[in-house]
């Protein structure tokens, strides 16, 4: 089933109340008007408003609680989450409506939340959380991910899930060859995961798709000029790696554990959030709220914050 989002009407979901800096996210960008290269990096959209239109959403006599997962497109917790809180908000509209949710993110500041997700286990519904964990090499990490968190500061916040009951695992995103697919890096990570109880762990090769293309060949060339040819060689015929090296990359993470479950369910990394569209086309309002006139204040100002791969 298609997934929309709620806020804006498009076909693409806008994660509650920021636009990640992720591959995933930058082609969302254009329903704002913004391209998806540098504006994409030097311009965060926040909905302050997403908790209210979520939980009239989720009030709707058509709504029949299908999984709603969390940052399947873009990062709610990442780091400008810590200024709007948000989340909270969220939580609470799923709590309150028996919602099975789940979400998917790379910062530890989800234990924010932590009681309130305990809230939503103790009612039964169904709630899961993994993080992302591309990499523990330093080098690797600084450069394809600047400013965000330790990923050791991750694989703890999931041992931390598990001990209060959240069943929580590691997706290993993008694995991206040449840069963090040695044998010996993944291997790490999955011995740590296992560690801090991971329900399972995934691994998904890097995708290439539209505007991101360029975006990451460009950061390639700079980073590990090296590789250029070999990554125009995997991703010559489109966006996806051949099958035989898609393969490699995902058995590099089997071999040490079990995967996670296909989206949506339990224990997964969750399916779509399966809102009904709300109008057509892109949105005109660019700051503010969604769906109702902007406040009178000025937004907030925000710092930049560097692209993700």
Same mark, same amino acid.
């Given at each position: 089933?298609?997934?929309?989002? +709620?806020? =804006?009407?498009?076909?693409?979901?806008?994660?509650?109340?920021?636009? *990640?800096?992720?591959?995933?996210?930058?082609?969302?960008?254009?329903? %704002?008007?913004?391209?998806?290269?540098?504006?994409?990096?030097?311009?965060?959209?926040?909905?302050?408003?997403?908790?209210?239109?979520? &939980?009239?959403?989720?009030?709707?006599? *058509?709504?029949?609680?299908?999984?709603?997962?969390?940052?399947?497109? =873009?990062? $709610?917790?990442?780091?400008?989450?810590?200024?709007?809180?948000? #989340? $909270?908000?969220?939580?609470?509209?799923?709590?309150?409506?028996?919602? $099975?949710? *789940?979400?998917?993110?790379?910062?530890?500041?989800?234990?924010?939340?932590?009681?309130?997700?305990?809230?939503?286990?103790?009612?039964?519904?169904?709630?899961?959380?993994?993080?992302?964990?591309?990499?523990?090499?330093?080098?690797?990490?600084? /450069?394809?991910?600047?400013?965000?968190?330790?990923?050791?500061?991750?694989?703890? /916040?999931?041992?931390? %899930?598990?001990?209060?009951?959240?069943? *929580?695992? +590691? @997706? +290993?995103?993008? %694995?991206?060859?040449?840069?963090?697919?040695?044998?010996?890096?993944?291997?790490?990570?999955?011995?740590?995961?296992?560690?801090?109880?991971?329900?399972?762990?995934?691994?998904?090769?890097?995708?290439?798709?539209?505007?991101?293309?360029?975006?990451? #060949?460009?950061? %390639?060339?700079?980073?590990?000029?090296?590789?250029?040819?070999?990554?125009?060689?995997?991703?010559? &015929?489109?966006?996806? /790696?051949?099958?035989?090296?898609?393969?490699?990359?995902?058995?590099?993470?089997?071999?040490?554990?079990?995967?996670?479950?296909?989206?949506?369910?339990?224990?997964?990394?969750?399916?779509?959030? &399966?809102?009904?569209?709300?109008?057509?086309? $892109?949105?005109?309002?660019?700051?503010?709220?969604?769906? &109702? /006139?902007?406040?009178?204040?000025?937004?907030?100002?925000?710092?930049?914050?560097?692209? @993700?791969?």
């Amino acid at each position: 089933m298609p997934m929309y989002d +709620i806020t =804006t009407g498009t076909g693409d979901f806008i994660s509650n109340g920021v636009v *990640s800096h992720n591959c995933f996210a930058r082609p969302t960008h254009k329903y %704002l008007d913004f391209n998806a290269g540098r504006d994409f990096e030097k311009e965060i959209i926040v909905k302050v408003n997403v908790p209210e239109v979520l &939980r009239a959403e989720l009030k709707r006599p *058509s709504w029949t609680h299908e999984h709603v997962a969390l940052g399947t497109n =873009t990062d $709610p917790y990442q780091w400008v989450e810590g200024r709007y809180k948000l #989340m $909270p908000g969220i939580w609470e509209a799923f709590r309150d409506s028996g919602t $099975p949710c *789940s979400v998917l993110t790379k910062s530890p500041l989800l234990l924010r939340d932590l009681p309130l997700m305990k809230e939503i286990k103790a009612r039964g519904i169904p709630i899961s959380a993994n993080l992302s964990v591309p990499t523990l090499d330093e080098k690797a990490w600084r /450069a394809s991910e600047p400013h965000t968190p330790n990923p050791r500061a991750r694989l703890e /916040a999931v041992g931390e %899930l598990n001990r209060n009951g959240i069943p *929580s695992g +590691i @997706l +290993i995103a993008p %694995l991206m060859p040449g840069i963090n697919d040695s044998p010996e890096q993944v291997e790490r990570i999955l011995e740590l995961a296992a560690e801090n109880g991971a329900t399972g762990v995934s691994g998904i090769a890097l995708h290439l798709r539209g505007e991101v293309r360029q975006v990451f #060949m460009d950061w %390639l060339r700079s980073y590990r000029p090296d590789l250029v040819e070999r990554y125009e060689r995997l991703y010559a &015929r489109g966006a996806y /790696a051949p099958q035989a090296e898609r393969e490699r990359l995902t058995a590099l993470v089997r071999r040490g554990s079990p995967a996670l479950p296909p989206p949506g369910d339990e224990y997964g990394t969750g399916g779509a959030s &399966r809102f009904p569209r709300r109008g057509q086309g $892109p949105p005109e309002v660019r700051r503010g709220t969604e769906g &109702r /006139a902007p406040a009178n204040d000025p937004p907030k100002p925000v710092p930049k914050q560097e692209p @993700l791969f």
